[in-house]
């Protein structure tokens, strides 16, 4: 019997995610459209989907990204690639992986530390789990890094943030020539 979903193909485990949906879940983006555009024949392999990035949150700077798992299945190559790939570019980035989609069972956690040196250990249970997010947390707080990319989006204030806000509901209501976006652009780039 096939399981019936009302989900696209690029929803590869429906069941498991009929199970676990994510907080503040807004629906389905249908990422179909875009599948064959992966590949040079345009022809699609199962393996040619995008990805989604399970958790992530960012403090002063610094992201934590977590890929969650249920126990026993292991992480896609392609997901390992793009999350190592960005870790190893950002010493920003700390990767937790987390088994256990109901209860956090145990994982391991990756950083890049000044020097290009890498850590990476594992924990196991909800409190380890609790007091490596508590650390991270800590960490980022206590080391605010004011030269990434998002340091202009944290000085945005008052007028600017204002002007920010319009450009971005203009957008979304399809005007991408409006003048907040034009002015936005000129002060960004120079």
Not at 6 to 15: A, C, F, M, S
Not at 31 to 59: C, H, I, S, Y
Request: proline share 7%; hydrophobic share 35%.
């Amino acid at each position: 019997m096939t399981y019936q979903t009302p989900y696209p193909e690029t929803i590869k485990h429906p069941k498991a995610f009929d199970r676990n949906k994510p907080p503040g879940f807004d629906g389905v983006f249908d990422w179909t459209w875009m599948l064959n555009e992966f590949t040079p024949n345009g022809q699609a392999k199962a393996t040619d989907t995008p990805m989604d990035v399970d958790a992530l949150k960012e403090r002063r700077g610094h992201l934590l990204i977590c890929e969650t798992k249920e126990v026993g299945v292991p992480w896609q190559r392609g997901t390992a690639i793009g999350l190592f790939t960005l870790a190893h570019a950002h010493p920003n980035i700390t990767l937790m992986s987390i088994w256990g989609k109901l209860e956090p069972e145990f994982g391991e956690v990756f950083m890049e530390v000044p020097g290009g040196k890498q850590e990476r250990y594992q924990w196991r249970g909800r409190d380890e789990a609790t007091a490596v997010v508590a650390a991270w947390y800590a960490m980022a707080n206590k080391n605010p890094i004011t030269t990434a990319p998002s340091a202009n989006l944290l000085r945005l204030q008052g007028d600017d943030l204002k002007q920010w806000n319009e450009m971005r509901k203009a957008q979304a209501n399809g005007n991408f020539n409006s003048p907040q976006w034009a002015t936005r652009e000129e002060t960004t780039n120079g």
